[in-house]
């Protein structure tokens, strides 16, 4: 059997994403020719014209057109601000509605469903993830609110999931936790993996806005280390989704945007271990998207082809959550 190194999967989903953008550009390149020529510019006069880098100006400026569009449509060379780290805020602004106060979080693992065949040697593989148990108890939450500082106990959430953005009852929600086979992860694993930390712009869609400083790991680094499922030709799966343990929240993202190099699984906040209140033990940090794109409290990622649901689709918010 001819196994793919682990590196191999970006890199190829990298130069996925070159070809097609090369292959845009080339595109638009000879348009913008054609263009330059039935627009009465003529050979000479776009000879003449200025030139930028190594492109005339009238095919310059389609070539940044193209760009535009390109970075839009594949969302993979377009970076978000980053801010010194000491700009970010100490305390973060605390939104979300049902995180859970009560899990034991020794009993945390992270499920992860859709993986390349080869990982069933891993030691971490299960054939059935759904057989996994989370516990709650009351006795947990004493020590979730002691980590959180009194601000963060009382969340604002003014974001409706009720029938005010007209919830279709016709919509049935999947069930996330479909039994599958993957691997049970622990905080080890994924402290294992190299750390990176950045201050980036946290936009809600209620309307503020903080600069926030996240740390864990790049998403791609994750998917280096455990490879999804491969399709005919090599491609990868076209989603991944995301969701709570006990399933109350749940995101979903294409994988141009999983692939970004800001994309991070976070275990820290400010510098410090993430606190309950902002989705610990692991959040996601997308900064191209809204806050409501970046769910807190991960429990299972799945890599699939089929587009699976969000959690605020059924209210009438944007699936992709896209700045
Ligand atoms: N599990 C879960 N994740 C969630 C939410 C939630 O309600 N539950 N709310 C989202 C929204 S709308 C925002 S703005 C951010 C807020 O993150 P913060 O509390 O760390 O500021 O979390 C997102 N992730
Ligand atoms: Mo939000």
Request: hydrophobic fraction near 40%.
């Amino acid at each position: 059997m001819a196994t793919k190194s682990p590196h191999d999967t970006v890199e190829t989903q990298n130069s996925i994403v070159v070809t097609e953008a090369t292959r845009r550009a080339r595109r638009s390149f000879l348009a913008a020719g054609v263009a330059a020529v039935a627009g009465g510019i003529g050979f000479a006069a776009l000879m003449k014209s200025r030139t930028i880098g190594m492109l005339r100006l009238p095919l310059r400026k389609a070539e940044e057109v193209n760009r535009v569009l390109a970075e839009d449509v594949i969302g993979e060379e377009r970076l978000a601000k980053t801010y010194p780290l000491h700009k970010a805020v100490k305390r973060a602004r605390v939104n979300g509605l049902g995180l859970r106060r009560d899990m034991d979080p020794e009993s945390w693992r992270l499920q992860v469903a859709g993986l390349s065949s080869a990982v069933s040697s891993h030691p971490k593989f299960v054939h059935n993830l759904s057989e996994w148990k989370y516990c709650y108890s009351p006795e947990f939450v004493a020590r979730t609110l002691e980590l959180d500082d009194e601000s963060a106990q009382q969340p604002a959430s003014t974001m409706k999931d009720d029938s005010s953005k007209g919830e279709d009852p016709l919509i049935e929600v999947p069930d996330r936790f479909p039994p599958a086979p993957g691997l049970l992860l622990t905080m080890g694993d994924l402290k294992a993996l190299p750390f990176v930390e950045y201050a980036t712009e946290f936009k809600c869609i209620e309307g503020w806005s903080d600069i926030m400083h996240f740390g864990g790991v790049r998403f791609r680094d994750f998917m280096e280390a455990f490879p999804p499922e491969r399709g005919p030709g090599g491609a990868l799966p076209k989603y991944v989704a995301m969701t709570t343990a006990d399933g109350s929240y749940f995101s979903a993202f294409e994988m141009t945007a999983m692939v970004h190099p800001q994309t991070l699984l976070c275990y820290e906040m400010s510098g410090e271990a993430l606190r309950p209140a902002h989705g610990a033990p692991l959040r996601l940090s997308m900064p191209l998207k809204y806050g409501y794109k970046q769910i807190k409290q991960i429990a299972r990622i799945t890599y699939t082809n089929e587009r699976p649901y969000e959690y605020w689709e059924r209210f009438g918010y944007d699936w992709h959550g896209g700045l």
